[in-house]
């Protein structure tokens, strides 16, 4: 297009992450911040840690996942504590494991603060230009080439590029060439990454209407205000005191309902000129309204976007239909009446990766030290790219210092289970997190994340010193505690079976530890102050935490002997040399996925969908055969 | 290595004096001490590599069989793992029993050549057997898998579906309310999960018990009993059930010609196929039913055959004689009571072997289930020892279902919340997912979707 551009080399670096969504950002303050001289490029700096879509951080299973990457010494959770407007412990009611933190955000300060951040970073160049070609050199280096005639030679490269690769946006019948929420969409790189061999294949995703705030009648909504006491995403900050702001909870109507079905021969997803899939968890109102029509009507939120800004979101009602049907769309819905919409809702169109072409380092199967992390791998959502985003940065340096990668298994992290699902089962949608996706469901609270991840996070450099230590002290509390309890005996004396019986337990016909009282369902730590009246003042987590860890100790001793099976397969390794083609008695299909999606071990194999349990037998006796032999490495 | 235990009968079924069960595994040696007594007490100290002498008893206690045990330690045994093998009476039911009574502890039915790759993988056997032992396991796990889900009874496979199908529902409600709490579904509330699992415990309490007559699973010797039209083959059949209580299913057959139906005979389990009389003709519908009696002799263990002892042989016997030349048949003349006109002159051996009988006076018929029995216990019938394996390991994930609903129901007590009492819930669902064949977690996430909305 501008042949007349010349080229010239810029710069040359260890690693380009081409890309500055959530993604892009973990993954390049990881890389910097293991020593690597590292760039980002940018569409636009004015879009870096955008949130184009739902103004919120966490919920269920991706709450845990933020905690997760601050364990591992990420940015996200820092972040979102900064800029947080509401936040609330969902799932309460609920057990510990499924207690999920979720916040709203103001957009555009979440956007300031994390580009604030990516500026002070030593080490990290962020540069605004749109990357339009891809070049491998003969020495295994890239060249990552601009479109203003800048290219930068790069050791690595993560692409973290979210929904931009060819981006198109479908507003009923007006669709054209762009990337999210307006910005300018990347033209050229997709085709670059074909040519490398890549295969790409489209998805769909949308976002609803933004309301100016002064249109909506507040009064006739539910109010949903953020819990009393915050309890901070990261476990570096101690506490958040905010003024919270509310959001709301509205309904469509019957005529809501009327409009879209009288209106569906418009919208793109109907009329068959969108055929790429979108998310079955993230329906537009179209969707909704056809598959449940027995519904007679559909919840609604309403969140504001920010502070400083008036724009609501009301998450709920995505949609494609065309601009004409959407301002009378929006206007039926309850407290909406003369809703004033500032951006309309859209659907948007965009290239992503098949995910099964990646190892489970990020890296690229078919090309060394090319990395690809976030929504361009297939999944959906803030946290599961910036999740992705930090561990293609940490694997990015590891690589490059020629060091084994990190890889979290499935019972180590939601991060673990995210990864191991794109890269061995693919997904035929944009890929959400889920509680239900964990089958240790129990042992991956967000409560531990810091005791699951940190250690593994200061072995790969990137967890601070001063985070660390926190850490340790807080393990230490906690083993310091339950040591303590366990040595407590509670005799059966009158005096204590009274406090008991108070407490609405059965008294004590034996002495007992205060541990092994506190597994009783209705005593909880805090009402057995009476009974322990000399014990140390400790911080709610820690106490709670103790808690958990007593009342669940069967639970979760189930779930570990589960996982120790777990393990026992995912530990028998696979030699990266194996070439299936020679292994006869494999049959064919199990032979070409385990070609195309070259698992780790024997317990990644067992998970590829058209590998059977005798295909894995195979497999099993040729490894053994193999290192008899002297080869196995 | 793997290092869960498993277990099973290493001797072909029925054709020995003895069977033995072999376990292999770090259980191993647990588990023999807890089911194995001597003069009434259990717990012994098993010495490695003495034979000793005592008996198995079941979860009540109550003797099963009267044993030689013995105790191998890993690792100089076949799999290189702790085995324990014990040596009971042969026949099907004992065997069965203490299988059964071996899985109720930690540890699992064996896959077909399980023990054999155990013994490959722990490097026990050479590398040079080793694309044989390729061959072996491959050939048998995944037919195993498909016989097992093949046999089983339709009925049992369409009530398990329809269990699974209802913890199903449940369990994407529940974990509906756990994933999207923040939308209006209805929240699952615990007494609608402890109304539900009680009433399953009932109902696999009664599969189970099913299960141990021999009445839910398609077992026994696959016998067809032949014959020209009238000689009375349908009253031998209705003996044979009528004399024997245990009569279960009946499964009609693909056409209104053969009725198949099942019985236990003194510990010899019998799978009978009635078919239509054989004889030339030209009758359309009478032709098929003759094609499909002779089909079923191809896929039969053992033929009755049944002639008319007050006709001549005819034509049609003799073509049944060629027929069925090269299976195991028992020969049997009916119709004594009225004068013999049946010449088996051509056919010395089997007149030696003739039994002869009259249904209507009741005479003769103990000396065919006592030929029937002395064939099975000298093994020159055999019952496919897939079967009855599978048939252990299904009613021992019926069982281990119903384990995993008690646990509910004991969470429940407890006041766990609906999470906890959701992990249960998931197990006994794969639980019955492995009996009919499929994973049910895939179906759970389809169902999230398809019949909740949610998402923004």
Known sequence: MNDKVREFLADSVDVAVIGAGHAGCEASLAAARLGMKTIVLTMSLDSIAMMPCNPNIGGTAKGHLVREIDALGGEMALNIDKTMIQCKMLNRSKGPAVHSLRAQADKNKYHAEMKKVLENQKGLQVIQSEVTDLKINEDGSFNVITKLGAYYRAKAVIITTGTYLQGRIYIGELNYSSGPNGLEPSTELSESLMDLGIEMRKFKTGTPARIHSDSIDYEKMDVQTGDEEIIPFSFMTDEINIEQVPCYITYTTEKTHEIIRENLDRSPLYEGVIKSIGPRYCPSIEDKVVKFSDKDRHQLFVEPEGLDTKEMYIQGMSSSLPYEVQIPMYRSMIGMENAQIMRSAYAIEYDSIDPTQLKSSLELISIKNLFFAGQVNGSSGYEEAAAQGLIAGINVVLSLTGKEPLVLDRSEAYIGVLIDDLITKGTNEPYRMMTSRAEYRLLLRQDNADERLTQKGYDAGLVTEERYKKFIDKKEAIENEIDRLKGIKITPKAETNDLLEKAGSVPLSKALSLYELLKRVELRYENTYELDTDRPKLKKEIKDYVETVIKYEGYIAKQINQVEQFKKLENKKIPTDIDYDEIGSLRLEARQKLNKIRPDSIGQASRISGVSPSDINVLLIYLMTFRGMGTHR | MNTDTIAAIATFLGNAGINIIRISGNNALDIAKKIFVKNGKNDLDLKPRYLHYGHIVDDNNKVIDEVLISYMKAPNTYTKENIIEINCHGGLISAKKILETVLLHDCRAAERGEFTKRAFLNGRIDLAQAEAVIDIINSKTDSSHEISVNHLEGRLSREINEIIEEILDLLANIEVNIDFPEYDEDEVTINKVKELSESLVNELDRLIKTADTGKIFKEGIKTVILGKPNVGKSSLMNFLLNENRAIVTEIPGTTRDTIEEYVNIKGVPLRIIDTAGIRDTDDKVEKIGVEKALSKVD??????????????????????????????????????????????????????????????????????????????????????????????????????????????????????????????????????????????????????????????
């Open chain 2, 299 to 456: 896929e039969a263990d053992l033929v009755i055959m049944v002639f008319d002892s007050s006709t001549d042989l005819e034509e049609d016997d003799e073509y049944i004689i060629n027929y069925v030349k090269n299976k195991k048949v028992v020969y049997i003349s009916n119709k004594t009571d009225l004068p013999r006109k049946l010449n088996l002159k051509k056919y010395e051996n089997i007149e030696k072997e003739l039994i002869n009988i009259s249904i209507l006076k009741n005479q003769g018929l103990e000396e065919i289930i006592n030929k029937v029995n002395q064939m099975f216990f000298e093994g020159s019938i055999n019952i496919s020892d897939e079967l009855i394996i599978n048939n252990v390991r299904h009613k021992n994930l019926l069982i281990k279902a119903k384990n995993s609903l008690k646990e509910v129901l004991n969470s429940i007590n407890n006041q766990m919340t609906i999470d906890f009492i959701d992990i249960d819930l998931k197990q006994a669902m794969e639980s019955l997912g492995l009996i009919v064949g499929k994973t049910v977690s895939d179906d759970l996430m389809d169902k999230i979707f398809n019949e909740f909305c949610i998402g923004k």
